[in-house]
């Protein structure tokens, strides 16, 4: 009857997982390219990697440094999700290139509540991709500060007071995953709680709670990261040793609150 505000379906057919990213990511060639790699007996996993290297290659299109960076870690995630949940398009905010303190530049990733829906493999599997990416475009690792890793510190645990966490890190696992991941895990403020301690921080940008990066850090990396570890493995990927003290807890186990009140009494 036309009695719709509008009389054409919104929603684009697909018949496949193919389609479906292609349509969700809006990347011509993207559907055939994906199945042309299962026939070749690709891994899901092995999949994501491969179309992220053509997408910042320019196989699909000239794209900025940045959109090609963008595009390839939000495809990655749609292939691990089968372009079913809303997680690469609402649950990656943005990316960013960012300075360290010694001028080089690095990689941010900010992520937003929705990336829940993709499962801690999914959100892992962004984080990897990221690193694998900002390698083929010449970006360094992120270097964090004392004051920048004790703000996650204080940050993770707050977010489970107010939300919900699979599971929560310990102080010396948050430290171990924040001082070496090569990619800097943001997010887009999600709660009303602000932190008490390390405020105004010149490259964080919110003093409240980041809803995404405490997923991704605690339900992403420190909850997988045997799957983590293997993927590492199977795709060659260096610089990510430090997960086997983090799959073994062999870290230098902080001295509690107590203890340090102790000393000083």
Known sequence: KGLDPSTDVEIPIARNMAERVEQLMKI????????????????????CFKVAEEIVEGKFGNFDRLTAIDKAIRTA??????????????????????????????????????IRSAGGTAQVISVLVGD???????????????EEILRYIEEIP?????????YLPSDAEIRLIVSNCPVCIDGEPTEDVEVSGYRNLPRVETNRARGGMCLVIAEGIALKAPKLKKMVDKLKIDGWEWL???????????????????KYT
């Open 244 to 262: 086997d003290k983090l799959i073994n807890k062999e870290f230098d186990e902080e001295p509690s609150k107590a203890e340090e009140i102790e």
């Open 158 to 166: 707050l977010y489970k007071k107010v939300a919900n966490l699979q």
């Open 132 to 146: 694998y990416i900002r390698r083929l475009v010449g970006l360094n690792r992120y270097i964090p500060t004392e």
């Open 77 to 114: 995630v749609a292939i691990l999700t089968e372009g079913v949940v809303a997680a690469p398009i609402e649950g990656i905010a943005k990316v960013k290139i960012d300075r360290n303190f010694d001028g080089t530049e690095f990689l941010k990733i900010y992520y937003a509540g929705p």
């Open 28 to 47: 011509e060639g993207l559907a055939k390219r994906i199945m042309e790699l299962e026939e070749e007996g690709l891994s899901r996993e092995e999949i």
